[in-house]
């Protein structure tokens, strides 16, 4: 079956540090992946897309990378700020319908 | 911030009431989308629209009904509330095509007793 995996627990870093988050995935061919922030009782809000034929994207503090042959994302944010603690979904789709799959996301906590 | 509103932000209601949750938004997007999200859950698909007048449903069974008559509306209705339905509704919309983002309301928090 089809499966998105994101690490359940929680990420604890220091402010400054670069956080890093997973997103794996089985049984789909993706044809572009998408990380979505979410705040607690909030809709979730789109940050960055990265399409199958990229391998590394990079917005501002963010940078994306997508490993089709690993089946996996990775999710870096740069100089980590107390601000950027959220939860974060990665969402993938095989292309065509533009009916995302999310993950449960990942819990990024950044202590000053 | 996204143009799209949901309203209510938060609904108590008994068994067995009908109710219908609203969203709207304002930036012309064909593609609409209900979705349910439990506490640390995945966000799960319920209905979906491409444009007016077209409504599909979505992996998940939720015995609710949707209507798209106009663009910027795709109200989502529960003829019959139970307990069971007591979860966070979110309404997304995206563009025509060429752009996979999608943009959240704030959401609709129900509890039903």
């Known amino acids: 079956s089809q499966k998105i995996e994101q690490n359940s627990e929680a990420l604890n870093i220091q402010e400054g540090k670069t956080a890093t988050l997973t997103c794996n995935y089985t049984?789909?061919?993706?044809?572009?992946l998408q990380w979505y922030r979410q705040d607690p009782g909030r809709g979730p809000v789109f940050l960055i897309l990265?399409?199958?034929?990229?391998k590394e994207k990079r917005k501002e503090r963010l940078k994306v990378t997508f490993d089709t042959t690993l089946k996996q994302s990775l999710f870096h944010i740069t100089a980590s700020q107390p601000a950027d603690s959220a939860t974060y979904l990665c969402?993938?789709?095989?292309?065509?319908?533009?009916?995302?799959?999310f993950g449960r996301g990942t819990s990024l906590i950044v202590h000053p | 911030e996204a143009d799209i509103y949901q309203t209510p932000r938060y609904l108590v209601i008994g068994t067995g009431k009908k109710i219908t949750l609203e969203c709207s938004q304002t930036?012309?997007?064909?593609?609409m989308y209900w979705y349910q999200q439990d506490p640390g859950m995945e966000l799960h698909l319920i209905h979906y629209?491409?444009?007016?007048?077209?409504?599909e449903k979505g992996d998940l069974s939720s015995e609710s009904t949707v209507s798209r008559i106009r663009t910027e509306h795709f109200p989502l209705t529960l003829e019959s509330a139970r307990p069971s339905h007591t979860s966070q509704y979110l309404c997304?919309?995206?563009?025509?095509?060429?752009?996979?983002?999608?943009?959240f309301g704030p959401g609709t928090r129900l509890t039903v007793t």
């Open positions: 997304a919309s995206s563009v025509r095509q060429g752009a996979y983002e999608q943009y």
């Open positions: 049984n789909y061919s993706p044809a572009y």
């Open positions: 990265i399409r199958e034929n990229e």
């Open positions: 969402a993938l789709d095989e292309g065509g319908s533009y009916i995302p799959t």
């Open positions: 930036m012309g997007h064909d593609k």
């Open positions: 629209s491409y444009g007016v007048n077209s409504t």
